[in-house]
């Protein structure tokens, strides 16, 4: 896999990723076996998140369902376009603009 910040005119640079299709494959088939159990730790991700990162936490704070559900929705979707990346980008930045009227901050 090779990384490569890209300036974009965007305030964050982009990363472009680029994935044998042997990585791709082991993705989805990985992913396969960590589905089932992925709201549960999308739950605990931002569970520890808040005990890690207290200010963090306290971003996300409300009803916990509702990040943890899109974390798990996000994650579904990026596996799912894993063959074709490109076409994440909508939707990333979506989720970006909406994590950062949370007060999320590029770093």
């Known amino acids: 896999m090779s990384l490569k ?62 990040h943890s559900d899109k974390l798990a929705t996000v994650l579904q979707i990026a596996v799912i376009s894993v063959r074709n990346l490109d076409s994440l980008v909508p939707m990333l930045r979506l989720l970006g603009s909406e994590y950062r009227s949370y007060g999320a901050q590029p770093e």
Request: aromatic share 10%; charged share 25%.
């Open 5 to 66: 910040l890209v300036k974009s005119d965007t305030i964050v640079p982009t990363i472009q990723i680029e994935l044998s299709e042997r990585q791709k494959t082991l993705i989805v088939e990985s992913f396969g076996q960590f589905e089932p159990v992925i709201e549960y730790s999308s739950k605990i991700f931002f569970d520890r998140l808040a005990q890690v990162e207290p200010s963090l936490g306290a971003q996300f704070s409300g009803d916990t369902n509702v």
